[in-house]
Structures are given as C-alpha cells and as structure tokens.
C-alpha cells in the first residue's frame, strides 16, 4: 500500500489556542456556510460512504434514501461484499465505487458507464482523493479505515467518524490534520454525537465533566462462568445491532475503552473527565456537566439512523423520518457505574489512554486479534483482557509517535498477539 500520501505528521507547529475546537460553534457555522457555498440549497450535499456495505454503512444509505432531495451519493466502498457494494451502486449512482479487495473487483464490471471502478486498499485512496465529496462518512471498521479517514482530511474533505479505532490508534494526528486543513471532524457513533450535540453554543473552558453512557452489554448481569461465555452469547447484544467487531467490542466493554479514548481526541478533554455510567435502556446517549452544575443530554430512540441523520444534516437540524421518543412510555432511566473487576478491558483501556503515544494502538491492535482468536474459539471471553493486558506489559511506549510508527507498533501487537494465541493452542 502507498504510504506516502499521507505524511508523517510531527509538530505541525500549530499552537492548539490559535485555534478554535473542531465542534467550537462560531467555527463550525462558518464551516457550515462554507458547506453551504459548496453546496447551495438546490443543490444536494455530496456524500461518499466508506464501508457502505457494513452496518453503519447500510444505515447511512437509509437515511440517504429517505432523504434523497438533499443528499447525492457519489462514491461507495467495500471490501469484499461486491454483491451489495454493486446494488447499491445500481441503486444510488455514485460517479465511483472501490472494493478493497482486488481479486473481486472485476465483479463489479456491469455498472452504467463514466462510474470509475478503483480496486485495493490504494483504490480507496485515489476514489476519495478524486471525488468532490462535501462529506466523507468514515464507516469502515477497525484498523482498516486509519489511512483512509487519514487521507479524507488530509485532501480538505469534511469527515463523518463512525470509525473509533482510527481516532484511538491516531487521534493527535487525525486532531492535527483536521485544525490544519481547518475540516469539520462530526461524530456518528451515537455517544459522540449526543456529546457533540450537548456542546453546540458551549465553551469546552466550561466543560466540568462529560459522560458516556454504556448499555453494559449481554453479560451486565451475568453471574455463570465468563470462561464458558460462546461467541455466539457474546455477538448478541440487548439493544443495538451492529457489526460483529463492535458487538463483541460491547460484551467486553473495549468498546466503551475505544470511545473513551476517542473522546478525549475529538473533545480534547483529559481521560480523568470523562466518566462512564451504565445506562442499560440506551437512550441517554451521554452527558456533559458544565462548571455551573447543569448536566445537559441527549435522548433519542436507540437507532443509529439518528446520530447518522444528524451528521449527514449537520449544521442543519432537520425532520427525520424516524420514530420519535415516547418519554411518557419510558418505565424508568437508570445509572450505575461499571464493574472495572468484572471488565478488565475498561480497565486497561483508560491505562492506556491515560499513558497515551503508542500504547491506545496496542491496545487496539491486540483486541481486534484476540476478538477474532475468541469468536474463531481459539481462546476464551476473558483471555481477550488477559492477551491486552500482557502485551501492553511487553510494549516500550513511544511518545508522540508519527503514522509511520503506530502501523510498526500495530504490527507488533497484532504479531504478538498471534504468538500468543498460538501458544495457548498448543
Ligand atoms: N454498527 C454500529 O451500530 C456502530 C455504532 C457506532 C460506531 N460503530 C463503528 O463504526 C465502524 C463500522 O462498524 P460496523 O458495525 O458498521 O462494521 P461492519 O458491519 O463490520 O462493516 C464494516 C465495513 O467496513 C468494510 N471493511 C472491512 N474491512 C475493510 C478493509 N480492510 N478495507 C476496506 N473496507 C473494509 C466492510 O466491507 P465488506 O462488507 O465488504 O467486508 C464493511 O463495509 C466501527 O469502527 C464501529 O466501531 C458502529
């Protein structure tokens, strides 16, 4: 794969007060102006879907078929899904589509002429750098979608984040691109979001605390052996329908560890004031409390498609076509702090925020391996932690890394992590 494209990042000799906060809102109404002069009322905003065959992928492309008299699709990727990628194609449009795999892509021969077909994980790269996008919709899981959330900034596009691993493996530099190049960075994921939304008008100065609400996933209540707990008890979440990685993500609850970290990059507020609460109904999608004592939240119905309307609209808040919250149907809102014991992921998740430079990629590195070592039933539910916590032991932080040394250490974790996993085979 062509690195090249996106530079190695290092003091970019920005002082952080010159700028305004991504979310800040007299920077974001310019920003929405800006969109708006690219982007007249008559015309529709121009999207491209990163990973538009995955669950939030799938959502986005709802929200954009209901609301299809502001939103114009015009570019769509995959990875090996070519079936859907290509019906979804047939379907929206886009002027190009990109399957990450290379072998499949001649599949997608057929589509109406002038769509540019790109293949590889560099096709991605040359769909997004070729493309007019008004905003790009990070929807690609995992490692995957670093370089290509990384390059969506870096060629001046605006990004809608519903990838957390790339911010988590990169978040100061992701951060840095995004002030320097001066693109709005909007959050899907639902928690995000409801934070994002809380901080419209609001100074981060008068930030005291923010709070992101967690269901507490299939195993909250689960009193039986964590040993015996099957991948198929673990994909099955009480509230949300997602992919696999972030389902089993949410059993853990490296989920609420990833979003942590990414909070703290997106909000630029210390890991020590952000707080988690389990909120098993998930409709209090988090929380901020400012320095007066007031806690402002979001509730909504726990459907993607909310946060994902709101990103595609944003700045404008407009009707959706979803079902509102009956408040008064509501039986009751509950919180509770998590049970660190229990979740040794959320533990060793805020150790390595906390910590930071290389060691948030190690983390994720280690728990996309050893989520995939479990739900091919290589090793049990708890030796996810066990594999975290041992090769964060065994990694040497770097401090400030640039791009180049957080794939080196990714690799590193993920090899490791292989290692052990095929010790505990044997
Ligand atoms: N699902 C949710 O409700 C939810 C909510 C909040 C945040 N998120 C975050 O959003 C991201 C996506 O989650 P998801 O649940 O939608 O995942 P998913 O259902 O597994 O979909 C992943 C998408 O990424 C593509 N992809 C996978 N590996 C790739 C690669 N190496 N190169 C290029 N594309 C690749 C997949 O293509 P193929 O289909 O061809 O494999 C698919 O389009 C994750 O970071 C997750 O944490 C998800």
Request: hydrophobic fraction near 40%.
């Amino acid at each position: 794969m062509k690195r090249e494209v996106v530079p190695c990042l290092r003091a970019p000799g920005i002082r952080k007060t010159e700028l305004a906060h991504p979310w800040h809102s007299a920077r974001l109404a310019n920003l929405g102006q800006e969109i708006g002069r690219g982007c007249p009322s008559k015309l529709r905003k121009r999207i491209v879907i990163l990973g538009s065959t995955g669950s939030v992928g799938k959502q986005a492309l709802e929200v954009v078929r209901a609301e299809s008299q502001y939103f114009e699709v015009i570019g769509l990727t995959a990875k090996d899904n070519w079936r859907l990628l290509k019906q979804q194609a047939q379907e929206f449009s886009p002027s190009a589509v990109a399957l990450a795999n290379k072998k499949n892509v001649s599949k997608l021969e057929g589509l109406r002429r002038g769509v540019k077909i790109f293949g590889g994980e560099e096709g991605i790269l040359e769909l997004i750098e070729s493309l007019p996008a008004d905003l790009i919709l990070s929807c690609i899981v995992g490692k995957a979608a670093l370089i290509p959330t990384m390059k969506a900034l870096n060629s001046g596009r605006n990004v809608g984040l519903a990838n957390k691993e790339s911010m988590v493996m990169a978040g100061r530099l992701l951060m840095e691109e995004a002030h320097q190049r001066g693109n709005l960075l909007i959050p899907v994921d639902s928690e995000q979001s409801a934070i994002f939304q809380c901080l419209q008008g609001h100074r981060i100065e008068d930030v005291r605390r923010m709070y992101l609400t967690a269901s507490g996933g299939p195993f909250r209540d689960w009193q039986g052996d964590f040993g015996k707990i099957t991948p198929e008890q673990s994909l099955s979440h009480p509230r949300w329908d997602m992919g696999p990685k972030v389902s089993l993500d949410s059993a853990t609850l490296a989920n609420k560890a990833l979003e942590v970290i990414e909070t703290s990059h997106l909000f630029e507020i210390e890991l020590d004031r952000i707080e988690i609460l389990i909120h098993p109904q998930s409709i209090v999608h988090s929380l901020v409390e400012f320095v007066d004592g007031s806690i402002l939240a979001q509730l909504g119905i726990t459907d993607m498609r909310l946060p994902i309307h709101y990103a595609l609209n944003f700045p404008e808040r407009r009707a959706s076509h979803l079902p509102h919250l009956g408040l008064s149907q509501l039986d009751r809102l509950s919180f509770e702090s998590p049970d660190y014991e229990k979740f040794p992921a959320l533990r060793l998740g805020y150790r390595a925020g906390k910590e930071g430079g290389t060691l948030p990629a190690v983390f994720n590195a280690v728990d996309e391996e050893a989520g995939r070592a479990f739900l091919s039933r290589r090793i049990t539910f708890p030796g996810i932690a066990r594999l975290i916590e041992r090769v964060m032991g065994q990694h040497r932080v770097i401090a400030n890394p640039c791009l180049e040394e957080i794939l080196e250490v990714d690799e590193w974790a993920r090899e490791k992590t292989r290692e052990l996993v095929g010790k505990i085979d044997s």
